[in-house]
């Protein structure tokens, strides 16, 4: 089975501009979450995606978005871009649990966004 | 809320030696816990999860895990290093908010450095 893909896998952008980061889950997972990761504070929860619906939410500013589509594709949009939001974002994907505990979650190779 | 604390953001040991990495967290209630090991230029990668159906956890590549509730403590070992243990290994905690809603909290990470 193939794993959690994501494109492009770096980017550079100027800052004020906005970007879109895409994740693929692996096939029959339907909970999409993203992380961003930097240096200075580390892994930092984003979103996560479920059957379309943004079930949870991190604690970004409303510039950091995100959607999911009906083949559980995932995009991540950030807007007005930053010097501070040069990171590593990872899309991690997971099933739904149906029994004895959550499954876990299983991530892309991340998409490393350079801000200059 | 639950959170979990890895002491030591650097350890170094000999190609053979024994790997013990510390994680303890802090949950009110019986937590899920992860380790993750992140390679250079890459994504997380599971080693092992533990979700209450055994104390000592069995993960990839001979790592292994005990949870001690008495300890409020998760930490990661194997027998003996290789140099391909080389990485950065994360613990961390999965939150059930409602209607399933999850999210991974992480640890600050331990830099493994496996000397020749």
């Known amino acids: 089975k193939a794993g959690v893909t994501q494109t492009p896998r770096y980017l550079i952008k100027t800052r004020g501009q906005q970007v879109t980061l895409s994740c693929s889950p692996i096939?029959?997972?339907?909970?999409v979450s993203w992380y961003q990761q930097t240096p200075g504070q580390g892994l930092q929860f984003l979103f996560e995606y479920f059957s379309e619906t943004q079930r949870n939410k991190g604690n970004f500013p409303g510039r950091f978005s995100g959607r999911q589509f009906s083949n559980s594709r995932s995009e991540m949009n950030v807007s007005t871009l930053e010097l501070g939001d040069s990171a590593l974002y990872l899309c991690?994907?997971?099933?739904?649990?149906?029994?004895?505990?959550?499954?876990?979650?299983?991530f892309g190779p991340g998409t490393r966004l350079t801000v200059t | 809320a639950q959170s979990v604390t890895q002491l030591g953001s650097h350890v170094s040991v000999s190609e053979g030696a024994l790997v013990l990495l510390r994680c303890n967290y802090s949950?009110?209630?019986?937590?899920?816990l992860f380790w993750y090991v992140q390679y250079p230029n890459q994504g997380l990668q599971l080693l092992l999860k533990?979700?209450?159906?055994?104390?000592l956890v069995k993960g990839i590549n001979g790592f292994e895990a005990e949870f001690k509730k008495s300890e409020t403590s998760f930490h990661l070992t194997k027998p003996s290093a290789h140099m391909s243990d080389a990485a950065e290994y994360f613990c961390?905690?999965?939150?059930?908010?409602?209607?399933?809603?999850?999210?991974?909290?992480f640890g600050s990470g331990t830099q493994l450095t496996v000397l020749p």
């Open positions: 991690a994907s997971s099933l739904e649990p149906t029994g004895f505990g959550p499954y876990e979650q299983y």
């Open positions: 533990y979700t209450s159906a055994a104390t």
């Open positions: 949950s009110s209630v019986p937590p899920y």
């Open positions: 961390a905690v999965i939150r059930i908010g409602s209607g399933s809603a999850r999210q991974l909290t």
């Open positions: 096939s029959g997972h339907r909970s």
